[in-house]
Every structure is written in structure tokens, then in C-alpha cells.
């Protein structure tokens, strides 16, 4: 179990697409956000909007809410065999991935946390990799977490941790580990709601597409991951991702406004 994940590629790829470095348009906290948005008037809002490298009112507006991830110390993560590898620009795309393990009823952090724990095993141990295959891990429970060695301070940060999680693929692409197995089962619904916000996170850290940047697992290997429910929901994922990132605070476009669900945090659940 897990062996897909990376297929035995570790810290290896081939010619990714060139990317471009990030622009700067994100990086306001989450708790300001809407503060910023009642703040600015329609006129300060299109000014922001023209200062945007991409000229996309949206945009501009948006900025993401980091979700809250826990980190390597709070699932007690091994050390890795050595750092990983830090490349200085973005990734061009996220690829969705299902762990092919259990698909446990388990959503208590200490599961997620083991959950974890045992994938850095598989992947050290089985594997014989450096360390976690993926940058991301999302439990049954909707809890994400920082799978390998750097990858949090690199989203931050814009960077891509070399990860191991697709053959010939991995200096381009940043993997989300996402729990359980979905060739016939559904999603678990806070699951998905965690997998929107990563997904929102990264592409405005990133600058990234949604309709072109997410992709399987199955888009890029020879595997079934991340089965055919969770693949066949990637569409929807696009779309509702794009949603948040162009939500605005126009009337026209209040269905769409940028309210950031919460993820779990620490207090929540301990
Ligand atoms: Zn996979």
C-alpha cells in the first residue's frame, strides 16, 4: 500500500515545462482579508485590480487563507536521510493523488498524525526513498499535513520541494497525498473541503491556473490513482477553486465571494 506514490522515482524528473516565477499579488494573513475587502471602495479595488501583474480584478482581490497545516514536528516525522532539494520557482502543476489505504472513519488528529507516520515508513523504509514521496497529506478527516522535509517553508516561500510522488515528473509538479481509496468510494466531505482550500492556497501561492494546474495522478503514470471517483471530480475541483480565486465582492458576484471555509485547527481538535 502507498507504493504508488512516486513509482520509484525519488528526486529524479526529466525536462518539466519551464514555469514562471510567481508574481507578488497574494501574502495578505487570512484574518485581514476581510477587512481589506469592506475597506476598499469600488475605486481603490480598481486601482488594486490595475496593479496586479495580471490585470485580473479577481485576483487582486483575492488572497488566500493559509489552511492550517500541521507540521512534520507535530506528527512526529522522522528525519529524512538528507534535505530535500529546494528548486527556486513554482511548481506548474498539483497533482491529486489517493493513498490506496483504508478508507477509515478515523478523523481524529492522532489518526491523521499516524496516518503520516506510517506513509514516511512505507516511503524510507519500503521505498528506500529520502523521505515522504509528497509535499501534502489530506486525511479522511479533512486534516492536512506537511509530508516532505521543507515543503511548507517552500510553498511559502514560492519555491518547490522536489518531492517523490511522479515518475519523471517530480521537478515541476507538488504532490497532495490525499487518504483512502477511491476507485468506487466517494470522497469523504471534509476531505474535499480540505483538498479545495490546499488547492486555493496553492494556486495563489503559486500563481497558478486551476483549470490547467490540477491534475490525477493517472494524467502523468500508468496508475490508478487517484481512482476513478476522486479523477472524475477534478473538473469540479477546477471549477470551484477558479470560483474562489475570481470571487469578488461585486453584487454580480456574490455567489462566488471569497469566504474561506476553516480548516481545523489545533485547538479544535486536541
Ligand atoms: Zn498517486
Known amino acids: 500500500m502507498i507504493a504508488h506514490s512516486g513509482d520509484g522515482a525519488d528526486d529524479r524528473g526529466r525536462g518539466g515545462m519551464p514555469v514562471t516565477r510567481r508574481a507578488v499579488i497574494g501574502g495578505v494573513a487570512?484574518?485581514?482579508l476581510l477587512e481589506m475587502l469592506s475597506m476598499a471602495s469600488p475605486?481603490?479595488?480598481?486601482?488594486?485590480?490595475?496593479?496586479?501583474p495580471e490585470g485580473i480584478a479577481g485576483r487582486a482581490?483575492?488572497?488566500?487563507?493559509?489552511?492550517?497545516?500541521?507540521?512534520?514536528?507535530?506528527w512526529k516525522a522522522r528525519p529524512p536521510r538528507r534535505p530535500a532539494t529546494?528548486?527556486?520557482?513554482?511548481?506548474?502543476?498539483?497533482?491529486?493523488?489517493h493513498t490506496a489505504t483504508a478508507n477509515s472513519r478515523d478523523g481524529s488528529l492522532a489518526h491523521a498524525f499516524s496516518l503520516s507516520r506510517s506513509i514516511q515508513n512505507i516511503h524510507m523504509d519500503k521505498n528506500g526513498w529520502d523521505d515522504t514521496g509528497q509535499q501534502l497529506t489530506i486525511s479522511r478527516g479533512g486534516i492536512?499535513?506537511?509530508?516532505?522535509?521543507?515543503?511548507?517553508?517552500?510553498?511559502?516561500?514560492?519555491?518547490?520541494?522536489?518531492?517523490?510522488?511522479?515518475?519523471h515528473n517530480n521537478d515541476h509538479t507538488i504532490g497532495i497525498e490525499n487518504e483512502g481509496t477511491y476507485t468506487s468510494r466517494a470522497v469523504p466531505g471534509r476531505l474535499w473541503k480540505s483538498l479545495l482550500e490546499v488547492c486555493v492556497w496553492l494556486c495563489q501561492e503559486y500563481d497558478l491556473d486551476p483549470s490547467s494546474a490540477i491534475v490525477g495522478h493517472r494524467d502523468y503514470n500508468k496508475t490508478e490513482c487517484p481512482g476513478d471517483r476522486l479523477y472524475a471530480r477534478l473538473p469540479e475541483l477546477?471549477?470551484?477553486?477558479?470560483?474562489?480565486?475570481?470571487?469578488s465582492p461585486s453584487p454580480g458576484n456574490a455567489t462566488t465571494g471569497p469566504v474561506l471555509p476553516?480548516?481545523?485547527s489545533l485547538d479544535d481538535l486536541t
Open 86 to 97: 529546494v528548486l527556486n520557482r513554482a511548481p506548474d502543476h498539483i497533482v491529486v493523488h
Open 262 to 264: 476553516v480548516l481545523p
Open 61 to 74: 482581490l483575492f488572497a488566500a487563507e493559509t489552511p492550517h497545516v500541521y507540521t512534520r514536528a507535530q
Open 238 to 247: 477546477r471549477r470551484s477553486v477558479a470560483a474562489r480565486l475570481e470571487g
Open 43 to 52: 475605486l481603490q479595488n480598481e486601482a488594486m485590480a490595475e496593479e496586479s
Open 144 to 167: 492536512v499535513m506537511e509530508g516532505r522535509n521543507r515543503s511548507l517553508k517552500s510553498i511559502r516561500a514560492g519555491d518547490l520541494v522536489v518531492g517523490a510522488q511522479v515518475l
Open 30 to 32: 487570512g484574518a485581514g
